[in-house]
């Protein structure tokens, strides 16, 4: 997974009308048409530098944000990833605590702060925020919000509250397919292969087919000793990604 689902815009046009800004360094030269417009502008290069990976620079930017504008919540969860990136994980949780302070709605906020506590080990705090941001009422998403919680349960690990979380997610979607796909690597992991069968069936009637599923799907029927099942499953995996890895490992099995 990629540190966050945060989207963030590098289009400035709108706030830099007014204001002539240097790149090189940041500075602004002349001075922006009031506060909230001081404040966005920063924001935006802070977010542009981090994505270039200027993370001091992001760091400044984000700070003089947040000074301007102390309740952008944006401003401090990519000030977050900023000190992540610069190895500073007690700066970076200070970051996410302020961002769930200034918004304690904001279900996207809880969602990225639960991805970084997860990242930290922090389970027991993670599973709870993953928990806020999945039943908050406009988040549309909640069935990859589960998802992540589940994965981050596995790697507790505690299978029992990661599969909860992953059915949870096909509550909301029956058809996800990440949910599903996780839950057939539990049950496969666990030897359960009629389960991981029936998981996988789910998963492959309504999303993409990959090699990796075939090759999956081919090791399941291995174990429940269906060899025509295996074979079938081989044989299309060979035809349909024939230069794959997968392809390749099945060739040299034979």
Known sequence: MNRS?????????????????????????????????AAELNYQLGA????????????????????????????????ALTYEALDNERLAREAYESAVKVAPKDFQVQNSYAVFL?????YEQSQKFFARAASHP????????????????????????????????L????????ALLQ?????????DYLSA??????????????AGVLLLASRIEDNLDNDRGRREFEDRLIRD?????????????D
């Open 5 to 37: 689902k945060l989207i963030i815009s590098a289009a400035l046009s709108l706030f830099l009308i007014g204001a002539c800004v240097t790149t090189t360094t940041g500075s602004i030269t002349e001075p922006v048409r009031n506060d909230e417009d």
């Open 48 to 79: 542009r530098y981090y994505n270039a990976g200027n993370y001091q620079l992001a760091r400044d930017r984000l700070l003089l944000a947040i000074d301007i504008d102390p309740r952008m919540a944006v401003a401090y969860t990519t000030l």
């Open 118 to 122: 997860c990242r930290q080990r922090d």
């Open 138 to 169: 406009h988040n549309d998403d909640s069935e990859q919000t589960l998802t992540n919680a589940g994965i981050c349960m596995m790697q507790k690990p505690d299978e029992a509250a990661a599969e909860a979380f992953f059915r949870s997610a």
């Open 171 to 178: 509550e909301r979607k029956s058809s996800y397919g990440e």
């Open 183 to 191: 839950l057939c690597l539990l049950k496969f992991r666990n030897e």
């Open 197 to 210: 069968r029936a998981f996988l069936q789910r998963y492959m009637a309504t999303n993409q087919i990959t």
């Open 241 to 253: 990604f024939p230069t794959s890895d997968e392809a390749r490992k099945v060739l040299g099995a």
